[in-house]
C-alpha cells in the first residue's frame, strides 16, 4: 500500500497552471451555456472538415431525459450542443443514455456507438451512422445481445480492416462481476465476434479498456478497476487472444481513463493519479506500456474531473476531452513533441514533472 499512501501525498495544493507546463497548447470549454445542467462521459474525434465531440446530458446521470449531445468544431469554434440520440419506446417510455464513442473509419462513413437502459447491468448497445461529419445521423440499429460495442473508449483500426473494441459487462448480482471483453466488427457494425471474458471480475473487477500497439502484432489494453489500480493485459495475436490481467502501479479511484499511441510510438495515458476522488486529472506518457512518467496536470482542485476520451489529429497535436464538475466538457489540446517528463517512483506523482523532455 505504500505507492497509493505515496500517491494521496503527492496531490499538490496549489492550482495546477496548466498553461505554464510545457506541451501545453490550449483548454476551453466546448459550450459555456446547455439546455441540461449535468453532463458526462464524452469522445471526441476528428473527421475531414474538423473535430467533433458527443457526450451524454440531462438531469443526472441515469435519469430518463439523459440522451446524447453532439458538437462540431468549425474554424476554431464549437458549435452549440445537438442532442442527437435519445431512447423512447414506443409506448412513450424513456431510458438513459450512456457513454457516447465517436470513430470516424477511412472512407466510410462517422460512427456513434452508445448505450441505453437503466443500470449497467441492463444496457443495450446502439450505433448510428453519418454521412455529413455529424451533421445528421441514421436511425439507430441495435448491436446484438451479448456485445455493447466499444463501452466508454474509442475502438482502433486493426491492419485487416477490421475494428476492435474494448468493452465491458458488469452483472447484475451483488457483488457485480466486472469483466473485460473485447469485441469485433469487419463490416462496420453489422455483424461481431467477441473473446471470452478475460477476468473473474472480482478478484480484478475491471472495465472500460483502451487499446494500444506494442508493434507488431501486440497489443496492450490499460483501464478502471475497483481494486484501486489500474488493470492491464496484452495480445500477442492481434487481439484474438489475451494473456493474462494484472494490476499497474498507477492508482485508479474506480473512475475511467483513455489511453492512446501516438505516430512516434510512445503511448500517452490520460487518468485520475490518485487511489479516492476524481481530482486530480492528469497525463502520463510511456515508451514501453510499462513504465509510465508524469507529463501533465489537468487539474488538481476539488471537485469531479473525469472520463477523459483522447485523440491524436493528423497535425500531430493530442486533444483531450473531460469532464469538467459534470457541468461542462473541457478540451485541452497539447503537443506531444513538447511535453517533459519527470519519474513517477512508488506511484507518487512527482513534486514537479519539468524533469526530462519526453521522449529522451
Known amino acids: ?84 440520440a435519445t431512447r423512447v419506446l414506443d409506448d412513450g417510455q424513456h431510458f438513459a443514455c450512456f457513454n457516447p464513442v465517436l470513430f470516424q473509419p477511412p472512407n466510410a462513413p462517422l460512427l456513434l456507438f452508445y448505450k441505453a437502459g437503466g443500470t449497467p447491468a441492463g444496457w443495450t448497445g446502439f450505433l448510428k451512422t453519418s454521412t455529413d461529419e455529424g451533421a445528421t445521423w441514421s436511425a439507430p440499429a441495435t448491436i446484438p445481445d451479448g456485445f455493447v460495442g466499444p463501452v466508454k473508449n474509442k475502438p482502433v483500426l486493426m491492419p485487416d480492416g477490421s475494428i476492435l473494441c474494448g468493452s465491458s459487462m458488469e452483472s447484475p448480482e451483488k457483488p457485480s462481476k466486472w469483466r473485460v471483453q473485447f469485441e469485433r466488427t469487419a463490416d462496420l457494425g453489422k455483424t461481431w465476434t467477441k473473446t471470452e471474458f478475460l477476468n473473474d471480475g472480482l478478484e480484478i473487477s475491471a472495465i472500460q479498456p483502451s487499446i494500444l500497439f506494442l508493434g507488431g502484432d501486440k497489443l496492450l489494453s490499460i483501464g478502471r478497476t475497483r481494486q484501486s489500480r489500474l488493470f492491464r493485459i496484452e495480445s500477442d495475436d492481434a487481439g484474438k487472444t489475451w494473456g493474462r490481467m494484472t494490476l499497474t502501479d498507477l492508482p485508479n479511484p474506480n473512475s475511467g481513463t483513455d489511453a492512446v499511441t501516438l505516430r512516434d510510438g510512445r503511448h500517452l495515458l490520460v487518468y485520475n493519479h490518485t487511489p479516492k476522488g476524481r481530482s486530480p486529472l492528469n497525463v502520463a506518457v510511456s515508451s514501453d506500456g510499462q513504465t509510465w512518467q508524469a507529463a501533465l496536470v489537468l487539474e488538481n482542485q476539488p471537485g469531479e474531473y473525469s472520463y477523459p476520451g483522447v485523440i491524436q489529429t493528423s497535425d500531430g497535436l493530442v486533444h483531450i476531452i473531460y469532464t469538467w464538475k459534470r457541468q461542462r466538457i473541457k478540451h485541452v489540446v497539447v503537443d506531444p513533441a513538447k511535453l517533459v517528463v519527470a519519474p513517477i517512483v512508488d506511484g507518487a506523482w512527482p513534486s514537479t514533472t519539468a524533469a526530462t523532455p519526453a521522449g529522451k
Not at 19 to 44: D, L, M, R, W
Open 1 to 84: 500500500m505504500k505507492h497509493l499512501l505515496l500517491s494521496l501525498l503527492a496531490v499538490p495544493a496549489f492550482a495546477a497552471d496548466l498553461s505554464t507546463q510545457p506541451g501545453f497548447v490550449k483548454a476551453e470549454f466546448i459550450y459555456e451555456s446547455a439546455p441540461f445542467p449535468s453532463c458526462h462521459a464524452s469522445t471526441i474525434v476528428q473527421t475531414k472538415s474538423g473535430l467533433a465531440a458527443a457526450w451524454f446530458g440531462g438531469t443526472k446521470e441515469g435519469a430518463p431525459d439523459v440522451g446524447i449531445w453532439l458538437s462540431r468544431q468549425r474554424d476554431g469554434k464549437w458549435s452549440e450542443p445537438v442532442e442527437v
